[in-house]
């Protein structure tokens, strides 16, 4: 007895081999898997591996990414080497389209995919930051730096004037609602992402019907597959500094400025003034000069920059299992991240979990379930704005130099209240030590599904999923922080959001080779989505003192509870034929029923249809062999934007109080319009694309080329005031977004010494087609300046408008020659007549600038060698304008110390400025007549760029190093994120916009929270 | 499904599931009562308040005494008469009636349907119906032809191409809400409501409209039943019937007032602080912030009151007393002063009826019809109050212009001068004679570029 077990156990066999590439080399990573079991490994870092069969006549399945799936029978051999074939530009691999998968080589629309590699060698704390340069199409502009800060997502340009721009997340299926802190992908570690597949066209979007015209981003995260357990341990740490500082005055030039400016306002203002007047004689404050600019020789300079930027630690740690048997599979994590941002008193902490569930309950029944759980806390800091509203950037570059950080007393020093003839400024570290706005977001996004196959090739598929989103945050503004006063009423203000969300759906897919050439796959289902938002606000002032740092230290002086609730209803339906495999064509219909939407116009319908035809599959191409794979795609659909706010189409009553009887008594009346046909924003659009694979998958292109037309756009418009209101929202107009995309996968070079390129690049051109024939304009506005950008027929949406400096005027002569301008003097700003009416006033602005790109790129290399791979992630735009309000509020000579401003100042004939940017800034002048520092083309700058996103160099260690310590697999790297930009730019960084995701008011730079360059080291470990 | 997609905000009201019980008729009614702050009515009762730019600034009574700013174009735009198509204060004018329009069109649509106790919806159509015509009085005679509405718009196109119709027509539409009106609108009103329209005001409203179509029988019957009613009289002194202490039951000289409250709770009204001297602290008056200047009286108008015209003193001062103790000699109405309350926030009342005017009305009507010795103890009633002497004898011509006079004086600043002038037909007489360049198509307000660019189909008045 006992030698028969012994002989069982001596029969079983422990396989060994090493698994190769193409080039021989050993694939790390390789999956290895007893075919039909849980058991399996992995392979080390020279490809080699070793298992201990459970039979000996088993099949060993090895399966990588990119490479074709290989099976092998044992046959009680005890060595297997194998040798992958890479899977010829990627034909076999899976894109996740809306409700469903398709093999890439399927694919009629355009999408692109990125996957887990390319998102995670960027250390940010959210996805569509890395995502940044890495899509055609895909527009990603990180507008703030700080943790947690603002991204802007655009597919193919904005599409919409009014109403949302940003595109539809969709993570594991289920679209989610954009609320909380930053955009939803915040709540989620890129650690945790297998892929992104962003949906560009109309046959791809249209399967979201109402909330596809701005294209879908569809994130998928790590499942679990069958196999022994795999642990992952990855973490990083560094440190991040300002990108760029900006040039400052010290005091002597600060002071020289200032003196200047004075005189010069003193001057224009009182003609019989002189500058020896001292303060007694001149009128007021505004032009005393105080007799430490006089004399400025031993003033002290502070430099603010140093002041409020830091160098900030940032930290990353997340542990991850994944593995299961054939009838249960799981993929777990956990991760916190840490950010502490470059402004003092600023950071983000995310902690976050995942748990991926897949089983098999019988042979007909599958499920699963996710879970996604994330707890955020934020400190904000109030970088940008007027330092009026304690922007702290403002505050830094207006500070006057001479000002210390902190007196000898130990107190902070500013100019409050305003001294020497300055403006009233906070000290800006002051203000970000003192104000305290912290915010945090629970939120947990679960989905479970359960998949029943009734025949072959016949699936009925129900989910249920709930989204649940709750943010707070606490701001406490002290007695001791006024912008403007020593001392200031306190005021706190509290905030609470429940954001709720479920989504059910249902689906029945069917796919089936209908015997010979013909493969059909059709898809049908229903879904319905509700999301439930309450939120309530809670301000208090009148506080007896700063103990109590909360709304219950003062009296409750204002209250606003808002509850909104928007739901969705849809059918949709999708077909695919496949003739040949050379012949395809894809069609989907999705109709969305939504309580936004007006009553007579509750249901919306959004077909789309799409043919692509696989020419490298034809006879005629059989003899061309270096060409792997020609596909020539064609798309036209028409999608929705319903992102034009809850209750549009509905009559609200308004308060209209009155007095009856000597008392208040309440009284109400409609305050806006029923509009029973408002419904979504409609759009368009055709696509025309290739895919190209040659030389056996070393260069692989896709383009496309597309036109949206976006019609139906909500508009506030004007209403006759014989409705018995003067405005409403209706749909009306159109925007067209037409452009290029092109995207270039290159294996230079293969063998030991392995070069890859990635590039893409997107021209994309926007124009209003059409308004309302009564809003011309709408104009977009941004402190300080209203009116900013206007979006008008023939132009792009939000252009700046404003008026256009031609010059200065030398001499006082030469401005009364020209006239037009009768406060000119000489070294004040010469407009342009725009009207030619012989004078200049706001009849006289014009387009002076577009904050849109020409066109945008990405271009990233990837080196390996032995074990050390090599990343260079770059993107760059062309062609975009930003308009500097931080110059424009503060070139009077008064509230800047940016040395650029001194510099360039128009001193006399003979020293007109340094004509920095090709112009000519004009005197310093405070109060000056001529209106020097009116919203014009002086402050609108080219922001092209090129950024140096990122360089990782990485090491993977060689396997027998780590044998001893039971390690599979260890890699070490060190990166630079934002290591250099090139632009002309003259602020802290090109990509800015302090109106978020309001795209009438684009690309102004107004004390944006300045980009970061990070350093990291890095440690991947898998056991 | 339907269900699912029928979503009701919950923090805000819709009109949806309103206008059902007689809880909502009410508050819909106060709703519609409140547009008489809107400013292109009486606003708060200081310079923004439409009805008095274009009825006493652009008349011989007042000027704007206020500095000429940007801000202020507009204003100075009527004071100057150089009137532009895009004035605001005539733009917020034909808005604002129109707003009012619309919220009574609703009430008087969703009515017939709603039940409720009967003699509640009787009342509320009575006031929805003289609101009506109150807001279409004005803007007959401010603009001529107007567009007709009476009946609620549900879409944001659904007044794009309404023109214009003739003044007849809505001076039918006028008559016909105030029929209506003076039968379902009680004869009482308890102090408790005081503030809401009675029988009278619409009988003494729809007497102002017969007088200005020349119905003279007809306007001297409705003007007569209120004088008979008893339930009026003149306050003495004249000051009592614009002090904010007499309470509105107790003076029985105010019809219907736009109601204002002190209090810093919304409803105070400017009318005392915008009228004190431009740009001297207001202090010195009783109140906060710097004096506004507005409808300062001309030297004609301090001339026009007779000597011994009680109510000189109680409705303008020609100086006021500076901090140092001198003498500042500027014009400014004094008849809506009340001290203590913030700028911006006192509690005088705005009288739109007064039976001091549906007396002089009632001569008016008499004179007219050739009744001048049964004219004469209506005029003569109201200067006894002012304490000036009985006007005897007069030939009509001269009763005319007694009537016009005493109107002038005793109705000052209360929004009547340019009304009274126009349906005379004088204004333009008057106005040359005293030497401003008032021209015949002054008689009507430019239809506002807003209007004439969102509907085609309006045509503008003559001379604009």
């Not at chain 2, 279409?136 to 009946?151: E, M, P, S, T």
Request: glycine content about 10%; aromatic content about 10%; charged content about 15%.
């Amino acid at each position: 007895y006992l030698l028969i077990t012994f002989q069982a156990l001596a029969q079983i066999n422990s396989l060994t081999g090493k698994v190769t590439d193409e080039n021989n080399q050993g694939i790390p990573g390789v999956n290895v898997l007893e075919k039909g079991t849980s058991n399996g490994t992995v392979t080390g870092t020279d490809g080699s591996y070793s298992l201990r069969l459970n039979n000996n006549g088993s099949v060993v399945v090895f399966s990588y990414i990119g490479y074709t799936t290989e099976e092998m029978s044992v046959n009680n051999q005890a060595e297997i080497n194998v040798k992958l074939v890479p899977d010829l530009q990627t034909l076999g691999e899976v894109v996740v389209v809306g409700y469903g998968e398709q093999q890439k080589k399927d694919l009629t629309g355009a999408i692109s995919s990125v996957n887990a590699k390319d998102i995670q060698k960027i250390q940010v704390s959210s996805v569509d930051q890395a995502l940044q340069g890495q899509i055609a199409g895909v527009q990603i502009s990180t507008t703030s730096g700080a943790p947690g800060g603002n991204v802007n997502v655009l597919i193919r340009g904005v599409s919409s004037i009014t109403g949302g721009v940003q595109p539809l997340f969709v993570i594991d299926g289920y679209p989610v609602s954009n609320a909380g802190i930053g955009n939803p992908l915040n709540t989620i570690n890129p650690n945790d992402i297998e892929s992104v597949d962003v949906l560009k066209d109309a046959s791809a979007t249209a399967i979201y019907g109402s909330r596809g015209s701005n294209g879908v981003i569809i994130i998928t995260t790590k499942r679990g597959k069958s196999g022994a357990p795999r642990i992952e341990f990855d973490s990083y740490m560094g440190f991040q500094e300002v990108g760029k500082k900006l040039d400052l005055m010290n005091a002597q030039e600060f002071a020289g400025m200032v003196v200047d400016a004075r005189n010069a306002g003193y001057l224009d203002n009182f003609p019989n003034g002189n500058i020896n007047d001292n303060n007694t004689v001149r009128p007021g404050v505004n032009f005393d000069i105080s007799d430490k600019y006089r004399d400025p020789s031993t003033l002290p300079t502070t430099d603010w920059q140093d002041a409020i930027f830091r160098r900030a630690p940032i930290n990353n740690y997340q542990l991850s299992a994944t593995g299961g048997t054939e009838s249960i599979r799981y993929a777990v994590s956990g991760g916190y991240f840490s950010q502490e941002g470059i402004i003092i008193n600023s950071g983000l902490k995310r902690y976050n979990f995942r748990a991926n569930l897949d089983g098999q309950l019988s042979k007909n029944l599958a499920f699963g379930v996710s879970l996604l759980p994330s707890y955020t806390q934020l400190r904000e800091v109030p970088a940008s704005g007027h330092y009026g509203a304690l922007g702290i950037i403002a505050s830094a570059t207006g500070m006057d130099p001479s000002v210390p950080v902190y007196n000898e007393d130990g107190s902070y020093g500013n100019t409050i209240p305003p001294v020497d003839g300055n403006a009233a400024i906070q000290n800006p570290v002051k203000i970000a030590n003192e104000l305290q706005n912290p915010s945090s977001q629970f939120r947990i996004l679960s989905n479970a599904y359960l998949e029943y196959t009734l025949l072959e090739g016949l699936k009925l598929r129900s989910s249920f999923g709930v989204d649940l989103n709750y943010y707070k945050s606490n701001l406490w503004n002290p007695s001791t922080l006024s912008s403007s006063a020593p001392t200031g009423p306190a005021t706190a203000r509290a905030s609470n959001t429940e954001n709720t969300n479920w989504l059910s759906e249902t689906t029945l897919s069917y796919k089936k080779n209908l015997g010979g050439d013909h493969l059909i796959n059709i898809l049908g289902g229903f879904t319905a989505q509700r999301a439930y938002n309450n939120s309530v606000t809670v301000t208090a002032g009148n506080f007896p003192d700063d103990l109590i740092t909360n709304i219950n230290g003062g009296i409750v002086n204002g209250g606003n509870q808002n509850i909104e609730v928007n739901n969705l209803v849809s059918l949709l339906a999708r077909a695919n034929y496949s003739y040949k495999d050379k012949y395809l064509l894809t069609a989907t219909v999705r109709s969305d029923g939504s309580s936004r939407f007006g009553k007579n116009n509750r249901w919306g319908t959004f077909p789309s249809a799409s043919i692509g035809w696989r020419i490298s599959n034809e006879n005629f191409m059989s003899n061309i062999t270096f060409v792997n794979d020609l596909k020539l795609r064609a798309s036209y659909g028409v999608t929705g934007n319903n992102a034009i706010g809850n209750y549009r189409a509905i009559s609200l009553l308004g308060s209209n109080n009155y007095v009856i009887g000597d008392a208040v008594v309440p009284g109400l009346a409609a305050s806006s319009l029923s509009n029973n046909d408002l419904s979504w924003e409609s759009q368009s659009q055709l696509d025309i694309g290739i895919d190209l694979s040659v030389w056996n998958g070393r260069v692989n292109i896709t383009s496309d080329y597309y036109d949206k037309r976006n019609k139906d756009m909500l508009f506030n418009i004007q209403t006759p005031s014989a409705t018995g209101f003067t405005n409403a929202f209706v749909n009306v107009g159109e925007v067209q977004n037409k452009g290029i995309e092109l995207g270039i996968n290159t294996r230079n070079l293969v063998g030991e010494f392995q070069w890859s390129t990635s590039f893409n690049i997107t021209f994309n051109k926007n124009k209003v087609l059409a308004m309302n024939e009564e809003t011309a304009r709408i104009f977009g506005s941004t402190a300080p300046r209203a009116n900013s950008n206007v979006t008008q027929v023939g132009y792009p949406i939000g252009v700046f408008y404003g008026r256009r400096a031609i010059g200065i005027f030398n001499s006082d002569q030469e401005a009364a020659e020209i006239g037009g301008q009768p406060n000119a003097k000489a070294g004040d700003i010469r407009w342009k007549d725009v009207n030619e009416d012989g004078k200049i006033d706001d009849n006289d602005r014009e387009v002076i600038g577009n904050p849109n790109p020409d066109f945008f790129f990405g271009f990233n290399n990837s080196f390996s060698y032995k074990g050390f791979t090599l990343d260079i992630t770059t993107n760059g735009m062309y062609g975009q304008d930003v308009y500097n309000a931080m110059f424009a509020i503060n070139n009077s000579g008064v509230q800047n110390n940016l040395s650029f401003i001194d510099e360039a100042r128009w001193r006399s004939p003979e020293e007109p400025g340094s004509s920095q940017y090709g112009r000519l800034w004009g005197r310093a002048i405070r109060g000056g007549l001529n209106g020097n520092t009116s919203y014009s083309s002086l402050y609108i700058f080219d922001a092209s760029y090129w950024r140096i996103r990122n360089i990782t160099l990485a090491y993977t260690l060689p396997a027998a190093w780590l044998k001893n310590i039971k390690v599979q697999n260890a890699r070490v790297y060190v990166a630079a994120n934002n290591l250099y930009t090139f632009t002309k730019y003259i602020g802290y960084d090109p990509e800015v916009g302090i109106a978020e995701s309001n795209q009438t008011a684009f690309g102004v730079d107004f004390g944006t929270y300045p980009l970061n360059r990070s350093f990291t080291l890095g440690l991947n470990l898998s056991f | 499904c339907e269900d699912f997609l029928n979503e009701v905000p919950q923090t805000a009201r819709s009109a949806e599931n309103f206008y059902k019980t007689g809880a909502d008729f009410n508050n819909a009614i106060i709703g519609a009562y409140a547009n008489f702050k809107h400013p292109g009515l009486y606003g708060n009762g200081g310079t923004n308040a439409s009805m008095l730019w274009l009825t006493e600034v652009v008349s011989d009574n007042s000027t704007h005494g206020a500095t000429k700013a940007v801000s202020n174009l507009s204003q100075f735009e009527l004071d100057e008469f150089n009137i532009s198509l895009s004035n605001t204060v005539t733009t917020s004018a034909w808005t604002g009636h129109y707003i009012g329009i619309g919220r009574v069109n609703t009430i008087l649509d969703k009515l017939p349907a709603a039940a409720f106790d009967e003699a509640l919806k009787a009342r509320y159509e009575g006031e929805a119906r003289f609101l009506r015509a109150y807001n279409y009085f004005n803007l007959v005679r401010l603009f001529g032809d107007v567009q007709l509405i009476d009946k609620g718009i549900d879409n944001p196109y659904g007044a794009n191409d309404i023109t214009r119709t003739d003044a007849s027509v809505i001076y039918d539409l006028i008559i016909n809400d105030l029929t209506i009106a003076e039968n379902n609108l009680p004869a009482t009103i308890p102090a408790v409501e005081a503030g809401r329209t009675s029988k009278w005001a619409a009988k003494a409203l729809l007497g102002k409209v017969y007088l200005t179509r020349n119905q003279l029988d007809l306007a001297a019957q409705k003007l007569n039943e209120v004088i008979t009613s008893g339930q009026f009289n003149l306050s003495t002194p004249y000051a009592a019937t614009f002090s904010p202490a007499t309470s509105y039951t107790n003076n029985k000289d105010v019809i219907l007032a736009v109601q204002y409250k002190t209090g810093l709770v919304g409803q105070g009204s400017a009318l005392w602080s915008d009228l004190t001297p431009w740009g001297v602290q207001n202090t010195l008056f009783g109140t906060t912030g710097s004096g506004g200047g507005f409808m300062q009286p001309t030297a004609d108008m301090e001339n026009a009151y007779e000597p011994g015209d009680l109510r000189k003193e109680a409705s303008m001062q020609t100086a006021y007393k500076a901090a140092n103790g001198s003498t500042v000699n500027v014009r400014h109405v004094v008849k809506y002063k009340q001290e203590g309350p913030q700028a911006g926030d006192a509690d005088t009342d705005f009288p739109l009826l007064r039976y001091a005017d549906v007396l002089l009305m009632y001569a008016e009507a008499l004179n007219n019809q050739g009744q001048t010795s049964a004219a004469e103890p209506f005029l003569n009633q109201v200067r006894a109050r002012a304490g000036l002497p009985e006007k005897t004898g007069l030939s009509q011509a001269d009763f005319s212009l007694a009537v016009e006079q005493e109107r002038r004086v005793e109705l000052a600043f209360e929004g009547h001068r340019w009304f009274d002038l126009l349906r005379t037909g004088r204004y333009v007489e008057v106005m040359k004679n005293k030497g401003y360049p008032v021209q015949e198509f002054h008689y009507l307000y430019p239809i506002p570029q807003r209007e004439t660019d969102l509907n085609s189909q309006l045509t503008q008045n003559p001379g604009y």
